[in-house]
C-alpha cells in the first residue's frame, strides 16, 4: 500500500523539478562564459546568507549569525565569512542600459522628436534652428550624461545612424543590446530576477492582489509555422509595450517633474518570445 505523500514532501518535490528547469538554461549560460560549478556554488552561498540575514527576520528582533546558520544549513563560521565578502557589482552597464532605453522610448514617443504618426524624426546632433536635436533628447531623457556618450552606445549597437546629410535616425523602436557583452548579462540579471519576483509574489501574496503573471503557449506547432508567428509576437508585444511606456512616462517623476506622491516604486511589465525544439530534446529534459 503506498503511502500519501504529505504536502510538505510535494512541495520539495516540486520545487526541486523547478529548480532543475531553472537552473538548466542559466547553467548553459554559465557554461559559455566559463564559470567553474565552485565560483556558482560560492556565489549562491553568499546570497543564499544575505537573503536568510535580510528577508528572513523574526519581527522585532535583530537578525543573528546563529539564526542564518540554522536557516541556511551552515556553519556560523561559514556565515561570517560569507557575510563579509564584498559583492559583485555592475552598476555602470545597468546604468547604460537604462539611460539608452529611455532615450530611445522617448525618441519614439515625444511629438518633439517624432511625427503624427510616432515615426522618429531624423535629429540634428545638437545646432538646429526651431527644430528639437539629438541633444535636447538626451537632455530631456537621460539626465546630465553627454549626449555623445548616449550617440556613441546607439551608434555601437547599430540602433541609430548617421545619414548623409549628417542626422541621427533611429533604426529600431527599442534598445536591445548587440553581441555578447556585459550589457546582455546585466539584462540575465535583471529580467529573470523580476519574472522570479512576481512569481514569488504570487506564490505567497496572502491578502495582496495577484501580479500580472500570464504566458501562451501550444507544444505541437510546425516548424513552418514559426517565422509567421515570431513577426507577429514581436509586433504586437513592441505596440503593447510602447502604450505601456507611455502611461508610465506621464507618471514617472524623472520624466514629468509635476508629478507628485508618496514613496518610490519601481513598476513595469516584461514580454518575452521562447520557443523549444521537442523532436532534440535530450532525455532528462521535461517540457518547460
Known amino acids: 500500500m503506498a503511502v500519501p505523500k504529505t504536502r510538505t514532501s510535494q512541495i520539495s518535490q516540486a520545487l526541486t523539478a523547478a529548480l532543475e528547469r531553472i537552473l538548466r538554461p542559466l547553467f548553459r549560460i554559465l557554461l559559455r562564459n566559463q564559470m567553474s560549478f565552485k565560483a556558482f556554488t560560492d556565489i549562491a552561498k553568499r546570497t543564499y546568507v544575505e537573503v536568510a540575514m535580510n528577508d528572513f527576520r523574526i519581527p522585532g528582533k ?11 544549513g551552515l556553519t556560523r563560521k561559514e556565515v561570517q565569512r560569507l557575510l563579509g565578502l564584498e559583492r559583485a557589482s555592475d552598476a555602470q552597464a545597468g546604468e547604460r542600459y537604462n ?3 529611455r532615450v530611445v522610448a522617448g525618441w519614439v ?18 545646432e538646429a534652428t526651431g527644430a528639437a536635436t539629438f541633444a535636447d533628447l538626451v537632455r530631456r531623457y537621460s539626465g546630465d550624461i553627454p549626449y555623445r556618450a548616449i550617440l556613441d552606445e546607439l551608434l555601437r549597437v547599430k540602433v541609430a545612424e548617421r545619414t548623409g546629410e549628417g542626422k541621427i535616425r533611429l533604426n529600431s523602436r527599442a534598445y536591445v543590446p548587440q553581441g555578447v557583452d556585459t550589457d546582455k548579462i546585466n539584462i540575465l540579471g535583471t529580467d529573470v530576477s523580476d519574472l522570479v519576483t512576481t512569481i514569488d509574489h504570487n506564490i505567497h501574496r496572502r491578502d495582496a492582489p495577484a501580479r ?30 510602447e502604450q505601456l511606456d507611455k502611461w ?4 514617472d517623476r524623472d520624466t514629468n517633474p509635476a508629478i507628485t506622491g508618496a514613496g ?13 525544439d521537442l523532436d532534440t530534446q535530450t532525455p532528462g ?4
Do not use: C, W
Open 285 to 288: 529534459e521535461s517540457s518547460k
Open 99 to 101: 539611460r539608452a532605453a
Open 109 to 126: 514617443r515625444d511629438p518633439d522628436f517624432s511625427d503624427a504618426q510616432t515615426n522618429p524624426r531624423d535629429l540634428e546632433i545638437a
Open 212 to 241: 500580472f503573471q500570464r504566458k501562451v503557449m501550444y507544444d505541437n506547432v510546425p516548424a513552418e509555422a514559426l517565422e509567421e508567428f515570431r513577426r507577429l509576437s514581436a509586433r504586437h508585444a513592441q505596440q503593447l509595450l
Open 248 to 251: 508610465l512616462a506621464r507618471h
Open 264 to 276: 518610490r516604486v519601481r513598476a513595469g511589465v516584461g514580454v518575452y518570445y521562447f520557443e523549444e
Open 62 to 72: 535583530k537578525q543573528s549569525v546563529s539564526r542564518v546558520a540554522l536557516l541556511s
